[in-house]
């Protein structure tokens, strides 16, 4: 009786909690993610080429004389994974506190980034697009927008995984943009990745069913948040004490390799917000790049490929075109974006300032955010920043 009555209680309570989460608006929760630690917030609305709102997360330094700092999430993150650690370890916070005025992006179909123009985010043709479309429209809006909303000609760029492909596309293909950056920090960027040994990669042999799977279903977001959402159940199961702490990292570290890294304290902070949904053409295209061992435009199949690039096999990204002073950071413990194949990318890039191999051998692909210790990865980074504009300003 009494375990019923506790069950009720927790029940109710959890369903209180959804209530008030259903409550809290993308932006509140934005805004939150910066104002909790007592540090300033705006947001700011930017609309792509092709229509797609997207929103930036300022920390403002207006009267900094260095330039800002734009920073990209990788594959199902948000700006909001940049601040869970609390000021002391995340970077957005490491960084206002070294002068710079921070900018962190969401890119296209991310909970915090779901508007359009014209689109129904609900539609086939609003999720028709994969990193490709993220590299060549989200990041060229978002660097215009802040090189006009604070006159500084220059940015710092700052990314995790899929946030170093997506520069890498933009600097590829509108070259004109390699110009706009003092310094660009690349932590394992997820451009070729056809070393990857992480059990993900098994999926890969059907990469068919899976386009099928969201044809017939007609579900081409995965894993976006919503009160019903499996993720949402998810986070709550994990709040109620349904499913504890340690099962979920035990699966964290099935997919990225184990390193008992994380502060266990901070795992249901991550939850709230984390994964914060893609497209299933990301998936895709990831997928088809692992199996062609190319950091390559999207493969539509022969018959689309021949019509828009005029061969069967998509073009490679022209990685001799991204001029932009790049140091990578990588590990020899990520199973996701291997150690082999970001010294390969290194090989393909003109200006690689520096390759900084990352100490520790477990250092994993999530490390990158959420390991304990990465402030101390976070302030090397922060030092070369300055220390490049440093070397900048004495040409
Ligand atoms: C920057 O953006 C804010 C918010 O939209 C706006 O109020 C401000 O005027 C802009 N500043 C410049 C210099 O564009
Ligand atoms: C990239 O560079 C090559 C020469 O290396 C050039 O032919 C090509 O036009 C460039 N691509 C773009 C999109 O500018
Ligand atoms: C873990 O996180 C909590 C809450 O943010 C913090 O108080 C604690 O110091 C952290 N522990 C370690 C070992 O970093």
Redesign the pocket.
């Known amino acids: 009786m009494f375990r019923n009555v506790t069950l009720y209680l927790t029940l109710t309570l959890a369903i209180i909690v959804t209530q008030v989460d259903c409550a809290k608006s993308p932006n509140d929760i934005l805004r939150y993610s910066i104002t909790r630690y007592g540090y300033p917030v705006e947001l ?1 609305k930017v609309t792509t080429q092709d229509g797609y709102i997207l929103t930036l997360v300022r920390i403002p330094r207006k009267s900094s004389t260095a330039a800002p700092v734009l920073i990209i999430h990788g594959l199902l993150s948000s700006s909001v994974d940049w601040t869970v650690q609390g000021p002391e370890r995340s970077f957005s916070f490491l960084a206002s506190d070294a002068g710079y005025d921070v900018w962190l992006g969401n890119v296209r179909g991310n909970t915090f980034s779901k508007e359009h123009t014209k689109l129904d985010t609900k539609s086939r043709e609003y999720w028709r697009f994969s990193f490709h479309e993220i590299g060549l429209y989200d990041l060229p809006a978002m660097v215009d927008y802040i090189r ?2 604070t ?1 500084s000609e220059v940015l710092h760029y700052v990314s995790h995984s899929q946030g170093g492909a997506v520069f890498l596309i933009m600097a590829s293909l509108r070259p004109a943009y390699n110009r706009k950056f003092a310094s660009v920090h690349l932590m394992a960027p997820a451009a070729l990745i056809h070393h990857g040994t992480s059990p993900v990669f098994y999926s890969t042999s059907r990469l068919d069913e899976l386009e099928t799977l969201a044809k017939v279903t007609q579900t081409y977001e995965f894993a976006g948040r919503g009160s019903n959402s499996p993720i949402n159940l998810l986070d709550l199961a994990h709040r109620m004490g349904l499913i504890p702490t340690d099962l979920l990292l035990t699966n964290v570290w099935f997919f990225a390799g184990h390193h008992d890294s994380i502060n266990r304290s901070i795992v249901g902070e991550i939850l709230a917000n984390t994964p914060a949904g893609c497209s299933v053409f990301q998936l895709l295209h990831f997928g088809h790049n692992y199996v062609a061992k190319s950091f390559q435009q999207y493969d539509y199949g022969w018959t689309e490929n021949m019509q828009r690039y005029g061969s069967r096999v998509p073009p490679e990204y022209p990685l001799q075109n991204v001029t932009a002073p790049v140091t990578l950071y990588y590990s020899a413990g990520d199973n996701f974006v291997p150690a082999e194949d970001v010294e390969e990318l290194a090989d393909s890039l003109p200006n690689v300032v520096h390759k900084h191999k990352i100490g520790v051998r477990k250092w994993n692909h999530v490390d990158y955010l959420f390991d304990m210790t990465v402030h101390r990865l976070y302030r090397t980074i922060v030092a070369s920043m300055t220390d490049q504009r440093t070397k900048r300003d004495a040409k």
């Open positions: 700011h006009a909303n006159s």
